[in-house]
């Protein structure tokens, strides 16, 4: 059995729980883990029973591990891939540990691109170093500032008109879903080719209406990295607009809509460096059983 993370919680301890709880999901048998009392597991935002959902589908995993951890809030997070049968598809997981070592909280997104109606064409999931780069002692940011950044970067995408609430390092990119959506000409979205603080104050994203219940649970100060959640909803009501450059163009969703998102930022000096993002359809509104404002 999962045996967990004892009284003291390290990145190590944190990672082996990960590990845990990975073998026991391919073994498709939880009684491997060992789950705090009243333990709580999601799937694609809606609450399970230890043992439903993935846990009776998954036949593999893929090579890809961004894996992060949060000692202080007993916290650990994975991107990968998993194959249900004939399909891989992008994951992400983040666990709770409580004090005990037991695992409290599983929140897992899966994008089953079957599913989607947006569907991202040959993804690869490629390790990025930067993602893993240790960030030199005086030069890291404290809890507190790390999330103002990342929460600076939603209320830039929430009713995007060109304003910035963030930095973007000049080397900043974004992975979504597995493919590069900046500084990327063959995306299927012609913004897609310029790089991600251009893309804002252009204003493209004007049809996010909307970005709520946000969430924070994990930061990986050693890496700079935050661990955020949330939703986009988009009323489908903007039939067109201008960008800032005076281009004028044709919204791309013009149907109430919501997207819930697991996205993971590197901050540098102060700015965003990378995104890690991994996206899927919900219903319009939908709430949060893990709360957020």
């Not at 709580?40 to 890809?64: F, K, P, S």
């Not at 299927?188 to 709520?212: H, K, N, S, T, V």
């Amino acid at each position: 059995m999962v045996s967990g993370v004892a009284e003291t919680c390290d990145r190590a301890a944190l990672y082996a729980a990960l590990d845990g709880f990975m073998d026991a999901l391919l073994a498709r048998d939880p009684g491997r883990v060992r789950w705090a009392e009243g333990a709580r597991t999601t799937e694609n935002n809606v609450a399970l029973q230890i043992g439903d959902g993935i846990w009776g589908t998954a036949t593999g995993r893929g090579d890809y591990d961004l894996r992060f951890a949060d000692p202080v809030n007993r916290q650990v997070g994975l991107f990968t891939t998993l194959a249900e049968t004939d399909q891989e598809s992008a994951v992400t997981f983040r666990l709770a540990i409580d004090p005990t070592g037991a695992i409290s909280e599983v929140e897992t997104l899966i994008v089953r691109q079957s599913d989607e109606a947006l569907r991202f064409e040959n993804p690869k999931f490629e390790r990025k170093p930067i993602l893993e780069a240790i960030v030199p002692e005086g030069e890291r940011m404290s809890r507190e500032r790390l999330r103002a950044v990342a929460d600076g970067y939603f209320n830039t995408l929430e009713q995007n008109d060109g304003q910035l609430f963030t930095r973007f390092h000049p080397e900043c990119n974004r992975v979504e879903n597995g493919v590069q959506t900046t500084n990327n000409p063959d995306f299927l979205l012609p913004i897609a080719g310029l790089p991600c603080e251009e893309q804002f104050r252009l204003g493209w994203y004007r049809y996010d209406d909307r970005l709520r219940a946000r969430r924070f649970p994990l930061f990986d100060v050693e890496r700079g990295l935050v661990m955020a959640y949330g939703f986009i909803d988009h009323c489908g009501r903007l039939a067109e607009y201008t960008l800032t450059n005076g281009e004028h163009v044709d919204s791309m969703i013009r149907r109430p809509h919501t997207f819930y998102l697991a996205e993971l930022f590197r901050i540098e000096d102060g700015a965003i460096r990378q995104i890690e993002a991994n996206f899927m359809t919900v219903p319009y509104h939908m709430p949060s059983p893990w709360g957020g404002r």
